[in-house]
């Protein structure tokens, strides 16, 4: 679990700052650092976890993993290793809802196309909005010394026609809508992603950012906790691992492979 978990220990004499952050995120493929490849490297998360080192005294990705829903990270929540991290955390970032209404909608990357059914994501987003609801009130209860933000998403399909964006770029619209309604109900942040970020996607058949766009994740998240951002030069050199590794490191989530091709993050 050594790149899954990281652990920092802090100590500054000379300034006498004690690391107290406890920083532990929640979610699906963009919590994990999914590359627009199918690896895993260097998410949004661990950009935050290196601009906020100072005062960390612990951070792990562990109860992150691509194509999680809400539900998913629900049932992660109720594990006793998520409890033990949960209750000393101090900081949480949450990604979570975009598989829940995304693996409904059928992309044809060759096509340019997009294609949904209005039912399906009306029943989709409800579901986003019940769940979410469940999430945020439960970690109040398994984390209750965390300041808690819930990210947005961005519009993950770059090279689609024109005319067929606007009826998911309107379901995207409404899921973070939904995660800002409900954020802000239970005193939580909500952190609103650059919505143009095509140059960000390199591979036109993936949803996933590249480094620099998980840069500007993090920075989106920076700019609301700290003020504070990070720049291009501070990005580390990639260092990916294929999901055979990540299976190997995280057991808890063996029974997820198969769903993995049916959720885009």
Do not use: C
């Amino acid at each position: 679990m050594k790149k899954w978990l990281v652990l920092l220990l802090l100590v500054v004499g000379a300034t006498k700052v004690q690391a107290q952050e406890v920083y532990i995120p929640l979610g699906d493929s963009l919590a994990a650092g999914q590359t627009p490849y199918r690896q895993i490297d260097t998410g949004y998360t661990d950009l935050i976890a290196l601009k906020l080192s100072q005062e960390l005294q612990f951070y792990s990705k562990e109860l992150t993993f691509p194509g999680y829903t809400v539900a998913n990270v629900l049932q992660r929540i109720e594990q006793p290793d998520a409890q033990s991290l949960l209750s000393k955390a101090t900081l949480i970032t949450i990604s979570a809802g975009a598989n829940d209404l995304l693996q409904i909608v059928q992309h044809r990357p060759e096509a340019g196309t997009l294609t949904y059914s209005q039912l399906a994501a009306d029943f989709s987003l409800n579901q986003v909005r019940q769940k979410v609801d469940v999430l945020l009130q439960k970690l109040k209860d398994v984390a209750p010394n965390a300041e808690i933000y819930v990210m947005g998403y961005y519009f993950p399909y770059s090279n689609v026609h024109e005319t067929q964006k606007v009826g998911t770029a309107q379901q995207l619209d409404l899921l973070n809508d939904i995660l800002q309604q409900q954020a802000e109900a239970h005193g939580a942040y909500f952190i609103a992603v650059e919505q143009n970020f095509n140059q960000y996607l390199p591979n036109y058949a993936d949803v996933h950012p590249s480094m620099e766009g998980y840069l500007v994740m993090a920075n989106a998240f920076l700019a609301q906790y700290s003020g504070k951002l990070l720049n291009k030069a501070m990005l580390p050199e990639p260092n990916p691992i294929g999901f055979e590794q990540l299976l190997q490191m995280n057991e808890s989530n063996k029974d997820l492979v198969e769903d993995l091709r049916m959720s885009p993050y």
